[in-house]
């Protein structure tokens, strides 16, 4: 490990707040870039379903089919990010959301020729992967690159509070567009996003390029991927929500499921600023340990949810649980890997959770025709449950972590 990474600097309340205004200042780009996934989120399964009239496992589809291109390119993005520079990789993130956007108007406009329009869609969905994985890996490498691995921990955290933030703010936003202007109007917004983010950063001075030791890529996925299993069992419960929810809700006959969304996501932001110092405190171990219980039990109120109020605290308490999941386990899988390697690790790790939203969409579908919605969430559950016993056994066999009590 690199002088970088083994010494961890005793800094000022008033650094601290330096550090972070940085740290923000980066994962803008991230906030932009995940407000063009968020926007269109709440709306998408139900023009699938109810205006191109496919059917449930087509239209988790349609969500799932960006979380697979971010699946293939995310080792892509982790090295363009050791190799080609942070930045470079962000802007080419960036201008991928607004071509996903043209693509999406594409898709409104040929409404009344179904295949076509589902065919346009699910072609911007591939495109919005790669940018999600160009942006999300970049951001965080550009991050650390900018104020030190010692603020690992940071970085992610609050990358990952400008991922949900967007979420939340875009899901009610799309849902107001659709309503009030029309699907095209996504398409738009979309684009002129991806236009202002490209805009915002290439003013932006670019870190510094880590040279070094960079291990294979078949290696750095070798050493996180215990880790990074992890994260797939905890990103179940986001997958379910994020895909299925309306759907849920329009079963049920409830109204405001784009509001369960936002509360997912802004309980899932109030979790990472208010606990932003407990993974240095206390251990990235013991808090995804506490994160996966409370992650467990919201899936398992969603589950049994007779009410929507009931629905709401579920989904609530899962975005405060899942909130911490991502940083925690991913300080200890970045500390595994040289310097150099972290864009790799990163996009590593982050594979998996690609891989359990690439196949929650499809699974999901097809629980849901021979067990109904509700059972979706109880998979779910006992996959956060399964994240509890891994991460122990995790941390007993740790080096670096005490045995846990």
């Given at each position: 490990m690199s002088s970088e990474s083994s010494t961890t600097p005793v800094i000022t309340e008033t650094q601290d707040e330096n550090v972070t205004l940085r740290v923000v200042s980066i994962v803008l780009f991230t906030f932009l870039a995940y407000l063009t996934i968020g926007i269109p989120l709440a709306v998408l399964p139900s023009y699938v379903h109810n205006d191109l009239g496919y059917g449930s496992v087509l239209a988790g589809l349609a969500i799932s089919a960006q979380y697979l291109a971010t699946l293939a390119s995310r080792p892509h993005a982790g090295r363009m990010s050791d190799t080609m520079g942070a930045k470079r990789t962000v802007l080419y993130g960036l201008a991928a959301a607004g071509v996903s956007g043209v693509f999406m108007l594409a898709a409104a406009l040929t409404t009344h020729i179904p295949l076509l329009s589902l065919t346009l869609l699910l072609i911007g969905r591939l495109v919005l992967g790669f940018a999600e994985s160009c942006c999300g890996t970049g951001a965080i490498t550009w991050g650390i690159g900018t104020v030190g691995a010692q603020h690992t921990a940071k970085v992610i955290s609050w990358n990952g509070v400008a991922t949900y933030g967007a979420l939340a703010v875009g899901a009610p936003v799309g849902v107001?567009?659709?309503?009030?202007?029309?699907?095209?109007?996504?398409?738009?917004?979309?684009?002129?996003?991806?236009?202002?983010?490209?805009?915002?950063?290439?003013?932006?001075?670019?870190?510094?390029?880590?040279?070094?030791?960079?291990?294979?890529?078949?290696?750095?996925?070798?050493?996180v991927f215990a880790y990074g299993t992890g994260l797939a069992l905890g990103s179940a419960g986001f997958g379910t929500i994020a895909t299925f929810v309306t759907l849920f809700y329009a079963s049920r006959h409830w109204p405001n499921a784009a509001f369960t969304l936002s509360m997912f996501g802004l309980c899932f932001v109030a979790t990472r600023l208010v606990f932003a110092r407990s993974i240095n405190s206390y251990g990235g171990f013991k808090v995804a340990i506490v994160s996966f219980v409370v992650e467990c039990i919201g899936l398992t109120l969603l589950w049994n949810a007779l009410t929507p109020t009931m629905a709401l605290v579920g989904a609530a308490l899962t975005g405060i649980g899942f909130s911490l999941v991502f940083p925690a386990l991913g300080v200890e899988a970045v500390a595994l890997v040289p310097a150099a390697s972290r864009g790799a690790a990163l996009g590593a790790y982050s594979v998996f959770l690609d891989v359990a939203l690439g196949l929650i969409g499809p699974v999901a579908g097809l629980v849901i025709s021979g067990y109904g919605y509700p059972a979706i969430f109880c998979i779910a559950a006992l996959a956060a449950a399964a994240g509890v016993v891994l991460t122990v056994v995790l941390h007993q066999r740790n080096p670096r972590s005490p045995a846990l009590a």
């Amino acid at each position: 490990m690199s002088s970088e990474s083994s010494t961890t600097p005793v800094i000022t309340e008033t650094q601290d707040e330096n550090v972070t205004l940085r740290v923000v200042s980066i994962v803008l780009f991230t906030f932009l870039a995940y407000l063009t996934i968020g926007i269109p989120l709440a709306v998408l399964p139900s023009y699938v379903h109810n205006d191109l009239g496919y059917g449930s496992v087509l239209a988790g589809l349609a969500i799932s089919a960006q979380y697979l291109a971010t699946l293939a390119s995310r080792p892509h993005a982790g090295r363009m990010s050791d190799t080609m520079g942070a930045k470079r990789t962000v802007l080419y993130g960036l201008a991928a959301a607004g071509v996903s956007g043209v693509f999406m108007l594409a898709a409104a406009l040929t409404t009344h020729i179904p295949l076509l329009s589902l065919t346009l869609l699910l072609i911007g969905r591939l495109v919005l992967g790669f940018a999600e994985s160009c942006c999300g890996t970049g951001a965080i490498t550009w991050g650390i690159g900018t104020v030190g691995a010692q603020h690992t921990a940071k970085v992610i955290s609050w990358n990952g509070v400008a991922t949900y933030g967007a979420l939340a703010v875009g899901a009610p936003v799309g849902v107001l567009l659709t309503q009030h202007i029309g699907f095209a109007s996504i398409g738009v917004v979309v684009m002129l996003l991806g236009v202002i983010g490209v805009a915002l950063a290439l003013p932006r001075k670019a870190s510094p390029i880590v040279h070094g030791e960079r291990l294979p890529f078949r290696s750095v996925l070798g050493k996180v991927f215990a880790y990074g299993t992890g994260l797939a069992l905890g990103s179940a419960g986001f997958g379910t929500i994020a895909t299925f929810v309306t759907l849920f809700y329009a079963s049920r006959h409830w109204p405001n499921a784009a509001f369960t969304l936002s509360m997912f996501g802004l309980c899932f932001v109030a979790t990472r600023l208010v606990f932003a110092r407990s993974i240095n405190s206390y251990g990235g171990f013991k808090v995804a340990i506490v994160s996966f219980v409370v992650e467990c039990i919201g899936l398992t109120l969603l589950w049994n949810a007779l009410t929507p109020t009931m629905a709401l605290v579920g989904a609530a308490l899962t975005g405060i649980g899942f909130s911490l999941v991502f940083p925690a386990l991913g300080v200890e899988a970045v500390a595994l890997v040289p310097a150099a390697s972290r864009g790799a690790a990163l996009g590593a790790y982050s594979v998996f959770l690609d891989v359990a939203l690439g196949l929650i969409g499809p699974v999901a579908g097809l629980v849901i025709s021979g067990y109904g919605y509700p059972a979706i969430f109880c998979i779910a559950a006992l996959a956060a449950a399964a994240g509890v016993v891994l991460t122990v056994v995790l941390h007993q066999r740790n080096p670096r972590s005490p045995a846990l009590a």
